[in-house]
């Protein structure tokens, strides 16, 4: 197949116009309509072939930095911006690009310089990004379908933002508005279920004494202020932060469990009936004589047909695919979106070690008594309310995290293209994103 040949500003290529069955005048990507229907499968094609040339041109020229450095920067690194770029505010342009008029009166290096302008994380930053919204451990090969059609759909003429984007482009309009619809639901849930479970740990820190609606408020306002970092380049190091705070959980936890007996009490409300009790008797409630059941393993459900836990177990596993739907919005930030394999394999094998390590000492430890969160689990109160502390600012970062994706997807969708608001990559748009 011979290899596409780069647009000049007189015109287009005459292969693909020929090629798609158009003709020979060429409509530049900024004349057209945001998501504009008659763009063709081919063009996006061809425009990514060109976009990814660039990206693999720019990462043999620059000297990336590794996962390493990223985890231990040096003085250099902390003032230098990441990429070698300039800042975002000093690439923007006053111009507001969603609006057809203004389109019709800047170049083609304006349009791509728009679409570069957000494009500043690395794949270490992703591969923090993805655990910190902890992938499942079944949920890679979605991902990779997501990133295939990422690569072959993606490029700075007519740049993905969001899961919506990539359903537009597959399957047309109604696709895309049904999709941003179940993503924002969805985002919205997470975030709601992150400040219900850190009300819930503060509330266990004040020993109950606190309201348990002024805990849960107390994390919705912190939320909104950990939400005002503009891009996932800089949320990198949250989430740094945050995998590392969860790993100082897992061996405090560990170790705990391992020298103490189950959190009872919390077992006992957490179970909500799925697994009180079973044919031998009480799972989890207590003993007429005070006491509580040994501690007990099983291969499946503990009690066989009990469709409440059935439901449970269910619910739990189609959470961990729920991460992948964000992969798009993590590549569209990304210098070079090729690398996201790297930082989700990676992102894989982490977990897969830890967290699967840790899920199995703590059910060989509590069996049945192991709760969500699990280290709410602890039976020491000191021990419990140090992971509480902790677990609570990685969960802030987590929610921070849906958060600033969800807020850019009502925004690009709801403002940018009915109300013809400002992108973010300008002044103005980061000002009403705020």
């Not at 969805?186 to 002024?214: M, P, T």
């Not at 790993?247 to 391992?258: D, K, P, Q």
């Not at 449970?312 to 690398?339: C, H, I, N």
Request: net charge neutral.
């Amino acid at each position: 197949m011979a290899k596409p040949v780069f647009m000049g500003e007189d015109g287009g290529d005459p292969r693909l116009a020929n090629a798609m069955g158009r003709p020979a005048d060429y409509v530049a990507p900024q004349m057209r309509k945001l998501h504009d229907p008659n763009v063709s499968f081919e063009e996006y094609w061809y425009y990514a072939q060109r976009t990814r040339e660039e990206e693999d041109a720019m990462a043999v020229s620059e000297n990336e930095k590794g996962i390493l450095a990223t985890i231990f920067p040096t003085k250099s690194d902390k003032r230098a911006s990441g990429n070698g770029s300039p800042p975002i505010e000093k690439r923007d342009t006053d111009v507001n690009l969603s609006s057809q008029d203004a389109r019709m009166h800047i170049s083609d290096e304006e349009w791509i310089n728009a679409s570069r302008a957000l494009r500043l994380a690395t794949w270490p930053a992703a591969f923090y990004l993805i655990t910190t919204d902890i992938l499942g451990p079944f949920g890679l090969p979605s991902g990779y379908l997501i990133w295939k059609m990422f690569l072959g759909l993606d490029s700075f003429q007519f740049p993905l933002r969001t899961y919506g984007d990539l359903a537009y482009r597959l399957y047309g309009p109604i696709a895309r508005h049904s999709v941003n619809f179940l993503q924002s639901v969805q985002l919205l849930c997470n975030v709601g279920i992150i400040v219900i479970s850190n009300g819930q740990a503060l509330s266990q820190v004040s020993k109950f004494r606190l309201c348990y609606a002024i805990c849960c408020l107390v994390w919705a306002i912190a939320g909104f202020f950990v939400g005002q970092v503009r891009t996932l380049q800089k949320y990198g190091w949250l989430a740094n932060a945050a995998i590392w705070m969860n790993l100082l959980i897992i061996f405090m936890s560990m170790g705990v469990a391992a020298h103490s007996d189950p959190n009872y009490a919390a077992a006992q409300g957490a179970s909500a009936g799925a697994a009180v009790s079973g044919p031998g008797g009480p799972l989890v409630a207590q003993l007429p004589d005070g006491s509580y059941p040994p501690v007990q393993h099983s291969a499946g459900l503990p009690v066989a047909g009990n469709f409440i836990g059935a439901v449970e177990g269910l619910m739990q596993a189609v959470y961990a695919y729920g991460g992948a739907m964000l992969f798009t919005e993590f590549m569209s930030e990304m210098k070079r979106p090729r690398d996201f394999i790297k930082a989700m394999w990676g992102a894989q094998a982490f977990i897969y070690f830890f967290y699967m390590l840790y899920g199995l000492f703590l059910y060989g430890y509590q069996g049945q008594y192991v709760v969500n969160p699990s280290y709410q689990g602890l039976a020491p109160y000191n021990w419990q309310t140090a992971c509480n502390v902790i677990g609570i600012v990685s969960s802030l970062i987590a929610a921070g995290l849906y958060g600033n994706i969800g807020v850019k997807v009502l925004y690009n969708n709801l403002f940018v293209d009915l109300l013809s608001a400002p992108p973010l990559t300008s002044r103005r748009g980061n000002c009403l994103n705020t």
